[in-house]
């Protein structure tokens, strides 16, 4: 009771409240004192500088040396419920394993750093707390590099144990930690909010049961040894919005499970996000041993995102890579330079994905440093009901790097409809699940303008519009037709026929000619073939191909590919007459096409 008297009268006789009578009590702060952090605990009416202690309690040292563990502890644990606990700009204490019980707040506007010896996390929030907050200007350092962990602990900057509520972290800087700079495990209701991380071994993550849990205007850089933000076995209703993210070893932002037996991540927003430099992934959800592949996160929005310079240790694993997902909606992305002389997909959907749509994204220039570049890679196993449309691939370098709009397989009840192909080196692509193929390519008009390919794909029967070409005039100029845009038709019932103006393109392997490759010699296709597969695993240096017998009055198209590549190729018309502007390379893997009016052979690309 003495001491509450003396509390009081203190308060009452201090010059600066004397000046301001409607301001809030600093306890410990001399005359003149300031802290940056308004709060969000509107109980607290008083904030305690830790440098003058509280009450009874000792202050610690905080000179940059001295352990403070024990004194900031017993600060924390006294002052919770009743008064905010300052960390002075200038000052370092020493400190870890930190707890943080309910009605707490901790401003760091210096530095909050960990020992050097064994250490746990730097700041725990307990079990089962309720209204936390941190926050500040400063720092909370893990001195990772002399630091060591203490035995079966886990070493984080910010941790929480299970059951916490109304989590609070925001504007400062956590650095240099052997885990996770933030590791939320089933709370509900937090907000992390301008935050900058860097220099970590382990992710940033809300996991396990976290709900509700918001994440916006991060700074993410170098989380050294997995994604470097991460929705984490079991999270819903939560996101992470308008933060930069960049230089993660293994992806950006990641929805991970490591098996089936984990609870699935459901309604998660990944929205307006800047990803770059990171390593394999820019943006991921996937399972790790994912042998049921019914069980997929689902509701899912990856939206609005810049993705940039992404996938460099040349993984093949996608930009945006999509295995274990379900019911979701990827759109609006922009992806440029993704990968590098591996293919390179900026769009790679795999295993049991279902029930997704993908639509207005735009794709710049993937497969860096190579020509493998892919703008979609589709693999399905057991996934079904993909919608892809309205999307862009384009290459505007003078040295292409994207081989293929499209790559792979589309599942059935699916569509892939007004994509838009711009300049890639092999079109469109080869899209197929033992039906007809779906080709495009890009041919130019006039100088650098080139024609750009749309392709409306239905895995069922019908007839549906398979690809469109106009220039910025709305004329055709493809095959030495011309006049207002046409269409290219598959009709899955007729065979699988791509048509165009009469001419016409059988689908299906009884019209691939598969061959060998004799050096230097004129490979003619057999009889009833319309697509040559040359089958050389490694470059030829010279092929002469002669093409078929024209066998429509309105022509048909002619598609040529070698596995390994020729060097020096020759086409001619089936009379021996070379075809002017014709391909004089076959790149590996890349096809080229030819087209007829019906009297003429023509390059298509």
Request: glycine share 12%; aromatic share 6%.
């Amino acid at each position: 009771m003495k001491f509450i008297a003396f509390l009081l009268a203190l308060l009452l006789a201090s010059p600066a409240l004397a000046r301001n009578p409607g301001a809030t009590p600093v306890l410990g702060v001399q005359d003149g004192g300031t802290s940056s952090a308004t709060g969000d605990l509107s109980a607290m009416t008083a904030t305690v500088n830790v440098l003058s202690g509280y009450g009874a309690l000792p202050a610690p040292k905080c000179d940059g040396t001295t352990t403070d563990s024990m004194a900031l502890r017993n600060i924390l644990t006294a002052a919770a419920g009743h008064a905010r606990v300052l960390i002075p700009t200038g000052v370092v204490c020493r400190a870890e394993s930190l707890v943080l019980r309910s009605n707490s707040r901790l401003t760091i506007d210096g530095t909050l750093k960990a020992p050097d010896g064994p250490i746990a996390s730097v700041l725990i929030v307990a079990s089962g707390a309720d209204n936390v907050t941190v926050d500040g200007s400063g720092v909370i350092d893990g001195n990772r590099d002399v630091a060591t962990k203490a035995p079966g602990a886990g070493v984080g900057g910010i941790t929480s144990g299970p059951t916490a509520s109304n989590l609070v972290i925001r504007d400062i800087t956590i650095q240099n930690i052997h885990h996770w700079p933030v590791n939320i495990v089933g709370a509900t209701n937090c907000f992390v909010a301008n935050v900058t991380m860097k220099n970590a071994a382990n992710s940033a993550e809300f996991a396990a049961g976290s709900n509700n849990c918001w994440a916006d205007r991060l700074k993410i850089d170098n989380i050294d040894n997995d994604g470097s933000f991460v929705f984490y076995k079991g999270v819903w209703n939560s996101g992470i919005t308008n933060s930069v993210i960049s230089n993660g070893y293994v992806s950006g932002i990641g929805v991970y499970n490591d098996n089936d037996s984990q609870a699935l991540s459901h309604d998660i927003v990944i929205a307006n996000n800047i990803l770059y430099g990171n390593g394999r992934v820019g943006i991921e959800a996937s399972i790790g041993t994912h042998s049921d592949e019914t069980k997929n996160h689902y509701n899912i929005k990856i939206q609005n995102n810049i993705l940039r310079d992404n996938g460099k240790q040349n993984l093949s694993l996608g930009d945006i890579a999509l295995s274990a997902i379900e019911k979701s909606d990827i759109s609006g992305n922009s992806s440029y330079g993704y990968g590098g002389a591996s293919t390179s997909p900026a769009i790679k959907i795999t295993s049991g994905a279902r029930a997704l749509t993908i639509e207005n994204n735009k794709i710049f220039n993937s497969g860096s440093g190579g020509t493998s570049g892919v703008c979609f890679q589709l693999a399905p196993s057991t996934g079904t009901g993909w919608v892809i449309r309205n999307n862009s691939c384009v290459d505007n370098q003078t040295a292409r790097t994207i081989a293929y709009g499209f790559l792979g397989n589309i599942p059935a009840n699916s569509q892939v409809q007004n994509n838009q192909i711009v300049n890639t080196i092999g079109g469109f692509g080869p899209l197929g699940l033992g039906s007809a193929m779906a080709h495009g390519w890009a041919q130019p008009l006039s100088g650098s303008d080139q024609v750009a390919g749309y392709n409306f794909y239905g895995h069922d029967n019908g007839t549906v519009t398979a690809l469109q070409y106009s220039d910025a005039t709305g004329t055709l100029a493809i095959g030495g037709a011309s006049g207002k845009p046409s269409s290219i038709i598959l009709n899955a019932n007729t065979g699988g026929k791509i048509v165009f103006a009469g001419a016409h393109h059988d689908g299906g392997t009884a019209f691939v000619d598969s061959a060998s490759v004799t050096p230097g010699a004129v490979r003619t296709p057999a009889a009833g073939k319309d697509r040559l597969i040359l089958k050389n695993t490694s470059v030829v240096a010279s092929q002469t191909i002669k093409l078929p017998p024209i066998t429509g009055t309105s022509g048909q198209m002619f598609w040529m590919s070698s596995i390994g590549g020729i060097t020096a190729l020759t086409v001619q018309d089936n009379d021996g007459n070379a075809i002017t502007g014709s391909p004089t390379t076959l790149a590996a893997g890349v096809g080229r096409a030819m087209i007829t009016d019906g009297t003429s052979w023509f390059p298509a690309q």
